[in-house]
């Protein structure tokens, strides 16, 4: 078997890791030094993983499984809110994938979304709100920079375990647009969202939306009940027919579910030396097969590790 | 129905365009003003389009479709030609999509390929070859450049449809991997690749792996097809077990077909205006629903336009 790469992409959840010996290397490499990816996941030390907060993980329940999603209240507090309450009013239950746009998003919400008189009603979460593309930054705020630059934005780099961008200038850090993010679509307007219609990167990052539109979240599992839905043929890989629609089972928060309905995920944090040095192995590619490591990451490449583990 | 991006994203294949009147434009835009990509488009000149060429044209059929490749003779010659000969003998009729990862690649080739004994014999191409993974920059090649930076390369831009980096200072020019690029499967060495497993883009692109890999061309249509198959639960995303391979049905040179077979396509030449202005579009996107446009654009993210034309 040939391969593009050999042993060395990481899957998006990570079951058991077995620790690589490479032979080539000291029986204990420094902390430090290079090293492959699975060596640098199978030293990182428990206290470098953090667990789904259960209050801010939202789950998407399709026929054929679940998404799970981290929401990101840092940079989008008022979205994040009003996606819980309508989540917690059960407003997405029922409504459905309306589009799959091939190397860009998949969309879901009411196919009934621009009817004013048929759409569905919304109790008490809000159907628009203010936009939030850019924060402040805060020093209070994580941020664990990239050292390789960006084609989009003066700095790059993670915060909370979500891939962001900053600009020292006008003092604003945002989401980036990397593949599995989750947004909230909008109108014309900036405040025309308000998290009733929400999309998936599922393609090369369209970093182009950035600061433009107001990102949510990001999918921590179950990316690919996403990204192999069929392709919508009308415009904008809208599905042209009802009867394509692929219908939302439910859309809940993890903590309204009992314990042992929930999916325990944990995560690497991004701001442990085991990221540094993921980062380090992703950049200088030790693996055997690399012939020419480039020596350089780009933000959206950068994997961020997860794993499954037992109930509390 | 809110969108995370408005009557902008430029579908793979274009079929009929209808030319965007907006409202505050000029009523004939001068070349080189900033334009939508609708309005660039709808400007192209018949001259700015070329026709695949048959020669140069690869078909892969699948149970559910075709997907059209163009190849890159002037970056992978010798992969080209032997990946040509390997369709010519009819090397992948029968063979298997046997790897499909989520935002990373689909791969076919031979199921028993590692098992000298079982493999697939090959009557007249070659198994192997020595890696093309760059060449020599050439004034005859053409280079349209991006002015935005990369983070993996000192420049980028595009040659003759293709997107690709250089590096004045040693001299080299290779083939990217963004998103729909083929490239030929390899061991652990340099040459043990040849064509006989070939991959394709599926995810966010994997610039890591330029010049570690040989590519040999760009899915021009039928993406769709390739990106939707289940992932496979192997690792890798190789499937496990033989039910699940996506059978080959062929793999053709389109040249080797009658013309009533072919898929008859052309592309937006990108040595032209028309180009230089669809990547000004994408910098600046003056559609309506852009409040905050960022005035750059990376590689990868710059759409190489596809559209259907009628037999000659």
Redesign the interface.
């Known amino acids: 078997?040939?391969?593009?790469?050999?042993?060395l992409?990481l899957?998006?959840v990570l079951g058991s890791l077995v620790p690589v010996v490479a032979c080539a290397a000291p029986a204990v490499p420094p902390r430090t030094a290079a090293r492959t990816t699975s060596e640098v996941m199978a030293a990182a030390q428990p206290s470098e993983w953090r667990r789904l907060d259960p209050e801010n993980t939202l789950y998407l329940e399709l026929a054929t499984g679940r998404v799970v999603f981290e929401l990101a209240p840092e940079f989008a507090p008022n979205h994040v809110a009003n996606i819980k309450a309508l989540a917690r009013e059960k407003y997405f239950d029922g409504l459905a994938i309306?589009r799959s746009?091939?190397?860009?998003?998949v969309?879901w919400?009411d196919p009934d979304?621009?009817d004013a008189a048929q759409r569905r009603p919304i109790a008490h979460a809000a159907r628009t709100l203010p936009a939030e593309?850019h924060r402040a930054i805060d020093s209070a705020l994580p941020f664990t920079p990239l050292p390789?630059?960006?084609?989009?934005a003066p700095l790059v780099g993670f915060s909370g375990g979500f891939p962001i961008a900053r600009d020292p200038g006008s003092g604003k850090t945002w989401l980036t647009h990397?593949?599995?993010m989750l947004?909230?679509?909008?109108?014309?307007t900036?405040d025309?969202?308000g998290g009733?219609?929400l999309?998936v990167v599922i393609?090369?990052?369209?970093?182009?939306?950035?600061?433009?539109?107001t990102l949510v979240g990001r999918a921590v599992s179950g990316?690919?009940l996403l990204?192999?839905?069929?392709?919508g043929s009308g415009?904008?890989?809208?599905y042209e027919k009802r009867e394509q629609y692929v219908p939302v089972v439910s859309v809940r928060v993890a903590a309204d579910l009992p314990p042992a309905e929930r999916t325990e995920l944990e995560l690497l944090r991004t701001d442990t030396p085991a990221f540094a040095a993921l980062v380090e192995a992703?950049r200088h590619?030790r693996e055997?097969?690399?012939?020419?490591?480039?020596g350089?990451?780009?933000l959206?490449?950068v994997p961020l590790p997860v794993r499954a583990v037992a109930p509390r």
Request: hydrophobic share 30%.
């Open positions: 078997m040939r391969f593009p790469t050999a042993a992409a899957p998006l309306l746009q091939d190397n860009y998003v969309q919400g979304g621009e593309f390789d630059g960006d084609v989009y990397c593949y599995a947004g909230s679509g909008r109108g014309d900036a025309s969202g009733t219609e999309y393609g090369h990052a369209p970093r182009h939306l950035d600061k433009n539109v990316m690919k990204s192999t839905l069929p392709r415009a904008l890989g809208f992703r590619r055997e097969w690399f012939l020419d490591p480039v350089k990451v780009e959206c490449n």
